[in-house]
């Protein structure tokens, strides 16, 4: 009778799609069972007692716990299972690939994510050749490359309102693909449940709170002994978690400084170009600073990285949005040092390229994972504050 319980649930989660089914997804549960009755590596990170809380692992769960893990690579390292155990037990590599698999699936429209998956460097690079191209030919049509110092600086060479022309949609664009990117996954991955439906709001206030300190602190960087993750071997490292401190702050302040600028422009009526000591030159070049050292940082690392962690398949997207945000600070910084120079016109549309390559290409990568693994952090959050469902023991 219990056979035929189980049977019949599941042929209806296999009907309902709620199954794993891709090979990525199957391979995840697969782990997840194993490390379900191990448990060795709980203290690691927000994965292992998510996982705990489950005696099985729908679509949703390995979507979900694929996104918390951030690929720190501790628990290959601590495993007995590990390859070359029959069990060949790869955690990190084995939520990396997923990983991939779910920024495609959630992406919208679909085709651009399945591309920017297949041909990430080369489409990131194409497409900040291809605009910093055509903006250049913009140029030529109207006179020159170089020119003499110009009074009204970059708006002189592209009126401001050309420039809102072009950046606007990008930039709406990117933030409609990743809304309903992460719409898409909240909704598959919190699926309403009766007892989350009553969650009170100070439960929900506390579960942002944490979730926000972690994403802000990186926490789970620190491989949950505080002394970091393990890259090329079974070190700890902390340069990991600093480097992407110095990418993470380092965008903030560059979009903080294009805010305060805008601000500036249409509020007060203060027209760049912008005094060397004015908030957004110092904020621009605090976080162009940033995106330079952080970028680096993590190319360096990404290139030493043991073989067994993460996908090898990503590691062209994984380079193309590096190399996206360290153009974007080196061209930036560039403009910034020969703005009165004749060059500035051929860097300006060098920089504005790279700029809207970004923009363009954010929603479909590791960008986008920052917001998945933020409501993966908001979900472990909440569901720590609730009672399990598996109503064992202690629960
Ligand atoms: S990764 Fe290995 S050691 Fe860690 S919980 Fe899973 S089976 Fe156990
Ligand atoms: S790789 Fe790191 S973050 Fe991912 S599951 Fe293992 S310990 Fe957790």
């Not at 990568?365 to 609730?386: D, I, P, Q, V």
């Amino acid at each position: 009778m219990q056979q035929l319980e189980v049977l019949t649930h599941q042929a209806r989660a296999l009907a309902n799609g709620t199954l794993p089914s891709s090979e990525a997804e199957l391979e995840v549960a697969r782990q997840m069972q194993i490390c379900n009755a191990c448990r060795y590596c709980e203290g690691f990170c927000a994965v292992f007692p998510a996982m705990t809380r489950r005696l099985e692992f729908g679509k949703a769960d390995v979507h979900y716990l694929a996104n918390l893990c951030h690929s720190c690579g501790a628990c290959l390292h601590a495993c007995q299972y590990a390859p070359p155990h029959e069990f060949a037990l790869n955690v990190p590599q084995a939520m990396a690939q997923l990983r991939g698999q779910t920024y495609a699936e959630y992406a919208w429209p679909f085709a651009f994510g399945a591309l920017y998956r297949r041909n990430g460097l080369t489409l990131a690079l194409a497409l900040a050749a291809g605009l910093a191209l055509f903006l250049l030919l913009a140029l030529l049509v109207k006179g020159s490359l170089l020119n003499p110092p110009l009074p009204g600086g970059f708006y002189a060479v592209f009126p401001h309102n050309f420039l809102v022309s072009l950046f606007a949609p990008v930039f709406l664009f990117a933030t409609l693909a990743l809304g309903l990117g992460l719409r898409k996954f909240w909704s598959d991955v919190s699926p309403a449940r009766s007892s989350e439906g009553s969650t009170a709001k100070s439960v929900v206030r506390e579960a942002v709170l944490e979730a926000a300190s972690d994403v802000l602190l990186l926490k789970y960087l620190d491989g949950g002994h505080g002394e970091g993750c393990n890259n090329e071997d079974d070190r700890w490292t902390l340069w990991r978690k600093r480097f992407h401190h110095a990418t993470f702050y380092g965008f903030v302040l560059c979009f903080a400084a294009t805010g305060v600028a805008t601000l500036y422009h249409y509020l007060l009526d203060w027209h760049a170009p912008y005094a060397l000591s004015s908030l957004p030159v110092v904020l621009g070049t605090a976080g162009g600073v940033g995106l330079l050292i952080g970028p680096t940082g993590l190319l360096w690392l990404n290139l030493l990285r043991h073989p067994l962690h993460g996908d090898p398949a990503q590691k062209p997207m994984d380079r193309a949005f590096i190399a996206l945000l360290f153009l974007c600070s080196s061209t930036g910084l560039a403009l910034l040092m020969w703005r009165d120079a004749p060059a500035m016109t051929l860097l300006l549309a060098l920089h504005l390229g790279v700029v809207m390559a970004l923009f363009l290409t954010l929603p479909y990568g590791k960008f986008a994972h920052g917001f998945y693994r933020s409501a993966a952090l908001l979900k472990a959050a909440l569901e720590r504050r609730m009672p399990s469902n598996l109503r064992l023991g202690g629960d």
